[in-house]
Nanobody, 123 residues
Framework: QVRLVESGGGLVQPGGSLRLSCAASGMFFSINAMGWYRQTPGKQRELVATITSGGSSNYADSVKGRFTISRDNAKNTAYLQMNSLKPEDTAVYYC?????????????????WGQGTQVTVSS
């Protein structure tokens, strides 16, 4: 069974920094794209940043220049470094990964989500 486990959320003052981690575990063949999304009450989940297996990244306009996504393929882990945090960055942050499992020489690609980690930016 594939699991994504996030860590690193918390309370930080405006202008501060946090680093989120997302570790994938279980039986799988490979991890394709990984990403971070966030959601606030009453709103749809929105994309924050994604990164391919080759390291190409994409960001929401609202976080460009402040957030950096990275991954360590050897550790099956993605990171989100968040700097210059603003109150509007307050949300539950979710890790996402598209993961390939191989069964009887056939590949299955599925979308997985972590349980979410709360980030609160407040003075």
């Amino acid at each position: 069974q594939v699991r994504l486990v996030e860590s690193g959320g918390g309370l930080v003052q405006p202008g501060g920094s946090l680093r989120l981690s997302c570790a994938a575990s279980g039986m799988f063949f490979s991890i394709n794209a990984m990403g971070w999304y966030r959601q606030t009450p009453g709103k749809q989940r929105e994309l924050v940043a994604t990164i391919t297996s080759g390291g190409s990244s994409n960001y929401a306009d609202s976080v460009k220049g402040r957030f950096t996504i990275s991954r360590d393929n050897a550790k099956n882990t993605a990171y989100l470094q968040m700097n210059s945090l603003k109150p509007e960055d307050t949300a539950v942050y979710y890790c996402n990964a598209r993961i390939t499992t191989r069964i009887s020489l056939k590949d299955y690609i599925d979308n997985y989500w972590g349980q979410g980690t709360q980030v609160t930016v407040s003075s």
